[in-house]
């Protein structure tokens, strides 16, 4: 049976493994040998300015803050009047058999789009309707569209 060959590469892989287990051994034998902190050196303060430090605060410098004040997350919204978002328009178009057709605004000469599925009511062109906007992928859509 013939002896795998060692190459170059195989060699300086071996020697980096030996090379990190005698750290490793090193690592451990230190830290055997070296006694176990006390409770002081792990502490760790920040000061008034908020920098760490390894000295305690100056009880002199305290400051009481009254924990009600505190806001976390978004403020409390306050009572605002809502905005009449219902438009009145005038179907100007409508495909029974595609689905979808135009609703013309009273105010200008805007023109929406609807599909069958926005439809609260059944509507035919030239009904009066009421409807609500919202964003679609091409531009404004009419939606939950009633007759008047």
Not at 99 to 114: A, Q, R, V
Request: proline letters at 4%; a positive charge.
């Amino acid at each position: 049976m013939a002896r795998p060959q060692e190459t170059f590469n195989k060699k300086e892989q071996e020697k980096l493994r030996a090379k990190k287990r005698k750290e490793k051994q090193d690592k451990k034998e230190a830290r055997k040998s070296n006694p176990k902190l006390s409770g002081e050196d792990m502490y760790v303060y920040v000061d008034e300015n908020g920098h760490l430090t390894s000295t305690p605060p100056d009880p002199s410098k305290k400051i009481v803050v009254d924990v009600e004040s505190i806001e976390i997350g978004i403020p409390k919204r306050e009572d605002v009047e809502e905005v009449d978002t219902e438009k009145k328009g005038i179907v100007d178009f409508y495909d029974t058999s595609k689905g979808f057709g135009f609703i013309k605004e009273l105010d200008s000469d805007n023109k929406f789009f609807f599909h069958v599925k926005g439809l609260i009511d059944e509507v035919k062109e030239g009904n009066k309707v009421t409807y609500e906007l919202e964003k679609g992928m091409k531009g404004m859509n009419a939606v939950r569209v009633k007759k008047i």
